[in-house]
């Protein structure tokens, strides 16, 4: 069964700071890989995908993810934080034959200003 | 244009009661699904429709019960209601069956059972 681990509860970053999110997942086939981003009292919406190809993912709102196999990582990174980039952040697993995707237990950004 | 809308967006009642949840999506997709959040913001799938066809059936008090009249909607009934049940409810679809396809998530609805 796929399972997902993000390892940081919270993290702060001052605005203008680059970002790390990471996200390490258990599965033992070639995962799907999502990364959502949730706003306070807002339902998640994607920011990137990862299927297959090219392990570099871009994704919306400047964005980008790195899928590492031999890891098992799929950490998501922006070089410049905003204040509204504040949000919990959730990062998913799924395959290519099964019905569902799961979902770590996320990850809240604070950004200071 | 709401791609998938759920009612209400807040519900609270007493213990024992009865409720229900409603979906509707727009984007033509397959699949749908309800997760719950907790309070530590964990989310959990509960069931899944394809086509009208549960596919997933987690393990849920058989107090909740999904119905899906067609594949644009897909509603939740939840019967006696427990404190327990308390959570955000999450609809969402998409268009394969789920683990290689992206979700598109409504907004939740906040349960707070008294």
């Known amino acids: 069964a796929q399972s997902v681990t993000q390892p940081d509860i919270h993290i702060t970053v001052s605005e203008g700071a680059s970002l790390e999110l990471r996200c390490n997942y258990s599965y033992g086939a070639t995962p799907y890989l999502f990364w959502y981003v949730q706003s306070p009292g807002q339902g998640l919406q994607l920011l990137l995908k990862?299927?297959?190809?090219?392990?570099l993912v871009q994704g919306i709102k400047g964005f980008e993810a790195e899928f590492k196999r031999s890891q098992s990582s799929f950490n998501l990174r922006k070089p410049s934080v905003h204040w509204s980039d504040a949000a919990e952040y959730f990062c998913?697993?799924?395959?290519?034959?099964?019905?569902?995707?799961?979902f770590g237990a996320g990850t809240i950004l604070r950004v200071k200003s | 244009d709401t791609a998938v809308s759920q009612t209400p967006k807040y519900l609270v009642t007493q213990m024992g009661n009865d409720k229900s949840i409603k979906c509707e999506q727009n984007l033509g997709h397959d699949t749908m699904y309800w997760y719950k959040q907790d309070s530590k913001k964990f989310l959990k799938i509960m069931f899944s429709?394809?086509?009208?066809?549960?596919?997933i059936n987690e393990t849920v008090p058989n107090r909740f019960s999904p119905k899906s009249p067609d594949k644009a909607h897909l509603n939740l009934h939840i019967n006696s209601l427990e404190l327990g049940d308390s959570a955000v409810y999450f609809c969402?679809?998409?268009?394969?069956?789920?683990?290689?396809?992206?979700?598109?998530f409504g907004n939740g609805t906040r349960l707070t059972v008294t």
């Open positions: 429709y394809n086509n009208k066809e549960l596919i």
């Open positions: 990862y299927f297959s190809g090219d392990t």
């Open positions: 969402a679809s998409s268009q394969g069956r789920g683990g290689n396809s992206p979700l598109h």
């Open positions: 998913a697993v799924g395959s290519s034959y099964g019905n569902k995707l799961v």
